[in-house]
Structures are given as structure tokens and as C-alpha cells.
């Protein structure tokens, strides 16, 4: 599975980003799909997670009530809306695919994409 995200960008505090997660592969279906971020000097940390089939979504409580991710099996896409965004929202933002396993994890996905930059000015 090749993963490309976009649609990252520079924003002011409060405003909205779409970032989209375009996947190659036929199986993409099968795959849990999740948004990790890392901030400069951070650690990259988990953002959100959507099933295979769209059942079970998880998020960072920081995010709660701001961010929605989705997908769309069709398309081979997962989406990540991202609303109310905060100076410390700030950071690459990167897709991934996995199998199984917590979906907490960096180690539970096995694909990664190359990250987009999200920047949120105060």
C-alpha cells in the first residue's frame, strides 16, 4: 500500500483543514486507518483512527469534538476534518495503514504516507 497525504496548509486559530489520504492498492479496504502527527521536537503521537469498515472511530482526547475522520473505501481515501484548530495543532500530519493491533500505536501500521504540513497561526 503507497499512502499520499495532502492538503495541509498555513491557517489562523479557529479556522478549518481537509486533509486527505489517497491509497493505492486493492485491499485498502482491509486496512485500519489512522492520522499521526509530529510537532518539531516532539515525538510523532496519534491523532485518529477509523476501521476498516467505518464502525469504530478513535481520537486523542486534544482533539474531541474538533476533528472527524472518515473514509471512503470507494475512493481508496481517508479524510481528516479538522475544525476550531489551535496554535498547538501545529505539526506534520501523516497517514498510515495497519492491520491489527492497538490503534494507539505507531508500531501497529505497517504503511506510512509523507506527511503534510499543517500550520496554525495565533
Known amino acids: 500500500v503507497q499512502l499520499q497525504a495532502s492538503g495541509g496548509g498555513l491557517v489562523q486559530a479557529g479556522g478549518s483543514l481537509r486533509l486527505s489520504c489517497a491509497a493505492s492498492?486493492?485491499?485498502?479496504?482491509?486496512?485500519?486507518m489512522g492520522w499521526f502527527r509530529q510537532a518539531p521536537g516532539k515525538e510523532r503521537e496519534f491523532v485518529a483512527a477509523i476501521s476498516w469498515s467505518s464502525g469504530g472511530t478513535y481520537y486523542v482526547d486534544s482533539v474531541k469534538g474538533r476533528f472527524a475522520i472518515s473514509r471512503d473505501n470507494a475512493k481508496n481515501t481517508v479524510y481528516l476534518q479538522m475544525n476550531n484548530l489551535r496554535p498547538e495543532d501545529t505539526a506534520v500530519y501523516y497517514c498510515a495503514a495497519g492491520y491489527g493491533g492497538s490503534v494507539y500505536y505507531t508500531s501497529s501500521y505497517g504503511y506510512w504516507g509523507q506527511g503534510t504540513l499543517v500550520t496554525v497561526s495565533s
Open positions: 492498492g486493492r485491499t485498502f479496504s482491509r486496512y485500519v
